[in-house]
């Protein structure tokens, strides 16, 4: 069962910079080819910005892990690769759950949905 803080104590995080609808959803994966293959997907569907994305470093967890509230988590099997996409709830930028779904209908049409949350 995903937490808040096993999420991210245990996960490379990387999110949006430009689209305030992606507000607290993440991509989560070890290998950057996959990251960059999903973050590509998320643009074309227009589901995230041309801005860099960016990780959550971990001298930065701790402020996340006080901040952000879990939601729901979603993992892929990805070229023999873990993905996880996250949702979570922050006070100055809530999660859109239509968004939510738009990423995880993105996801289903590319990658083996494994694990729900």
């Given at each position: 069962?995903?937490?808040?803080?096993?999420?991210?104590?245990?996960?490379?995080?990387?999110?949006?910079?430009?689209?305030?609808?992606?507000?607290?959803?993440?991509?989560?994966?070890?290998?950057?080819?996959?990251?960059?293959?999903?973050?590509?997907?998320?643009?074309?569907?227009g589901?995230?910005?041309?801005?860099?994305?960016?990780?959550?470093?971990?001298?930065?967890?701790?402020?996340?892990?006080?901040?952000?509230?879990?939601?729901?988590?979603?993992?892929?099997?990805?070229?023999?690769?873990?993905l996880?996409?996250?949702?979570?709830?922050?006070?100055?930028?809530?999660?859109?759950?239509?968004?939510?779904?738009?990423?995880?209908?993105?996801?289903?049409?590319?990658?083996?949905?494994?694990?729900?949350?």
């Amino acid at each position: 069962m995903h937490t808040t803080e096993t999420i991210i104590d245990k996960h490379e995080l990387w999110f949006d910079t430009g689209d305030m609808l992606n507000g607290s959803l993440y991509v989560s994966t070890c290998d950057s080819e996959i990251l960059n293959h999903v973050i590509s997907m998320l643009r074309k569907c227009g589901l995230w910005s041309d801005a860099p994305e960016r990780q959550v470093l971990p001298p930065q967890k701790e402020a996340y892990k006080a901040q952000l509230t879990f939601v729901a988590a979603v993992e892929y099997r990805a070229i023999e690769q873990k993905l996880l996409l996250v949702r979570f709830n922050h006070p100055k930028y809530p999660s859109s759950t239509e968004r939510w779904r738009s990423w995880l209908n993105a996801c289903d049409g590319s990658f083996e949905r494994i694990l729900n949350d």
